[in-house]
């Protein structure tokens, strides 16, 4: 595994931190690193609500990407609470396609830190709904 993936895992790791907000709302038991393609690494935590107000750690760490002025994504990684297998969900990969519709395949995802299984958004989303 390359310098890069462990600079995002422990980005990730950085943030992780599952708490109670209020008696609606929990916050950080999912947390993500998105690394934009000028280099920079994105964080993110789930933040879930008693109703559909929440979301996933992976969208908050690209809309933080998108706040801070960027919008093309080169690497996504995410630790569950368990640290085992985890991947972006299919909101999150819709998210991913809409922005950047014509290179979305190339987007790396890491699936497993710890054996380092890697996809790419392509492999995972072959097929768009629209193209
Ligand atoms: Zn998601």
Redesign the pocket.
């Known amino acids: 595994m390359d310098k890069i993936w462990k600079e995002m895992y422990e980005a990730a790791k950085a943030v992780l931190s599952p708490r109670r907000i209020s008696d609606y709302v929990t916050a950080g038991e999912v947390a993500a690193a998105v690394l934009s393609k000028s280099g920079k690494i994105y964080t993110g935590v789930c933040i879930d609500t008693c109703s559909t107000l929440g979301i ?1 750690a ?2 908050n760490a690209i809309f933080n990407m998108v706040t801070n002025g960027e919008q093309e994504i080169d690497r996504v990684l995410c630790i569950a609470p368990n640290e085992k297998k985890c991947g ?2 299919g ?2 990969r819709e998210l991913m396609v809409q922005l950047m519709p014509d290179t979305y395949k190339d987007i790396e995802i890491m699936l497993n830190y710890v054996t380092g299984e890697t996809a790419t958004l392509g492999e995972l989303t072959p097929y768009w709904w629209i193209g």
């Open positions: 996933c992976e969208r972006p969900c909101a999150c």
